[in-house]
């Protein structure tokens, strides 16, 4: 790296720490003023390109970078805000398919900064909680897409949708991916509650799209389009995945879409629900240029689908034996990589290296996850909000029985420990946690 590529790195180093000074994003204030009065002070960045919002329990991420890249594909400028990273901040903010610099990074922190500062005084002076984590880089990631400029910006809600951050924007189309029970803490112990809150991305002339939902769901859901005379497609009814079929690296699908036919699209994604996000990104995307009403070239769209990425869901990152990296951290997430691990490998076994952050079902998660696994390794990633080794080994052995579980203190041991259980023709899965996936990828180069 060039003394400039260092010293700009140091600069990105820094907004990091300064943004981790503040309040986590696992900690979010139930509020959108404060958001609300930094853009306002900001000239309001989020109204300066066409917005597709997407809230909703598992699949956000990989819907949004694959409608990003179909909009990419059309010739758009495209704004991308995903979370969380794997590796460096900088991967949340994508422009243009790539992340943003370090130097941009910098630049956008500079101008945003003074404004973070008003609005944490005025908030402390009307004994509030200052600008909290997700609050500050939602400002920023706006501002950064203002700067660039982008034509579009394809925006994953943080957590649930009403009073989150990024919900200070108003969407043209609003996304909803299948809604389950995750951060019940925050967001409610019931499907309905949930769905409540997410629904609250909804705005006046959305255009709605949303995947296939529980009743309690689509309650929330169909009441919030009836309130703003916003029009609904629906996953199974408006559009679907007509054929799934596999792939070099990944699937060859078939989409119905709201407006055409798209068949024999490459998707370098594995798992059936995968495709499903493709069908999703693809009616997204007919409804934000021409609601729904005109077909979408069929070289844009598959040029924008195999290009998509999804990085840390049913990624291979090594072979001999294979090694495969999934983020999922709820039982509904755990179920859709159960299957996809059960359609798109055939090992002759398959050992899970697992870890679990400590608000997590990890009941519901291995439960999942035991009929497809042969045998478990048991270990924590750096995350202090980790389950203890110990803690989690006894839990997954109430489960799996205790001969098919071992444990090891961290993720390069438990690693090593997988990859020797398996063999050469085995596969090895590393799932629990974000953070843990994480550790394993950058272990892997990835």
Same mark, same amino acid.
């Not at 990003?68 to 991308?80: H, N, P, Y």
């Not at 910098?106 to 973070?116: K, S, T, Y």
């Not at 991916?177 to 019940?184: F, K």
């Given at each position: 790296m060039s003394s400039t590529g260092a010293f700009e790195r140091q600069e990105a180093d820094a907004v990091m720490a300064a943004l981790m000074a503040r309040v986590g994003e696992k900690r979010p204030e139930r509020r959108l003023h404060a958001i609300r009065r930094v853009t306002e002070l900001l000239g309001d960045p989020q109204r300066m390109y066409g917005v597709i919002h997407l809230a909703g329990t598992n699949g956000k991420t990989s819907t949004a970078r694959i409608t990003?890249?179909?909009?990419?594909?059309?010739?758009?400028?495209?704004?991308?805000m995903t979370s969380p990273h794997l590796h460096r901040i900088n991967e949340r903010i994508v422009i243009d398919g790539e992340p943003i610099s370090d130097r941009m990074l910098?630049?956008?922190? %500079?101008?945003?900064?003074?404004?973070?500062a008003i609005v944490d005084a005025e908030l402390v002076a009307n004994s509030e909680p200052p600008l909290t984590y997700f609050e500050a880089l939602t400002a920023l990631t706006f501002a950064a897409f203002a700067d660039a400029p982008v034509d579009v910006a394809?925006?994953? %809600?943080?957590? *649930? *949708?009403?009073?989150?951050? #990024?919900?200070?924007?108003? %969407?043209?189309?609003?996304?909803? #991916?299948?809604?389950?029970?995750?951060? #019940?803490?925050y967001l409610g112990d019931t499907i309905s509650l949930i769905a409540a809150t997410k629904a609250g991305i909804i705005k006046p002339a959305s255009r709605v799209v949303s995947a296939h939902q529980s009743q309690d769901a689509w309650d929330h859901i169909m009441l919030a389009c009836e309130k703003y005379e916003a029009p609904l497609r629906i996953f199974g009814r408006d559009f679907s995945l007509t054929s799934v079929e596999p792939g070099v690296g990944g699937q060859v699908i078939s989409v119905e879409g709201i407006a055409g036919h798209y068949p024999g699209l490459a998707l370098p994604l594995l798992g059936d629900?995968?495709?499903?996000?493709? !069908?999703? !990104?693809?009616? !997204?995307?007919?409804?934000?240029l021409h609601n729904g009403t005109q077909m979408l070239a069929r070289e844009v769209v598959e040029e924008g689908v195999s290009l998509a990425s999804s990085p840390g869901r049913l990624q291979v990152v090594s072979a001999n034996p294979t090694v495969v990296v999934d983020a999922a951290h709820n039982p509904h997430g755990a179920e859709a990589l159960a299957g996809a691990m059960m359609t798109s490998f055939s090992f002759d076994r398959l050992v899970c290296v697992i870890g679990i952050l400590q608000e997590k079902d990890l009941v519901g998660i291995v439960e999942a996850l035991d009929p497809v696994v042969d045998h478990f390794v048991v270990t924590q990633s750096q995350s202090d909000r980790s389950i203890s080794v110990h803690d989690l080994a006894d839990a997954v052995s109430a489960i799996a029985g205790?001969?098919?579980v071992d444990s090891r203190g961290n993720s390069e041991e438990a690693l090593s420990r997988a990859e020797d259980l398996a063999g050469a023709e085995g596969g090895v899965l590393v799932t629990g946690s974000i953070t843990l996936v994480a550790e394993v990828a950058a272990g892997k180069g990835r």
């Open positions: 990003e890249s179909i909009l990419r594909a059309l010739g758009l400028r495209t704004g991308l910098a630049d956008n922190w %500079a101008d945003v900064e003074p404004f973070l394809v925006i994953e %809600a943080g957590m *649930g *949708g009403e009073w989150d951050a #990024t919900n200070v924007a108003d %969407a043209d189309v609003a996304v909803f #991916t299948p809604i389950a029970l995750d951060h #019940t803490e629900h995968q495709g499903e996000n493709a !069908a999703l !990104a693809i009616a !997204a995307v007919e409804s934000f205790p001969d098919r």
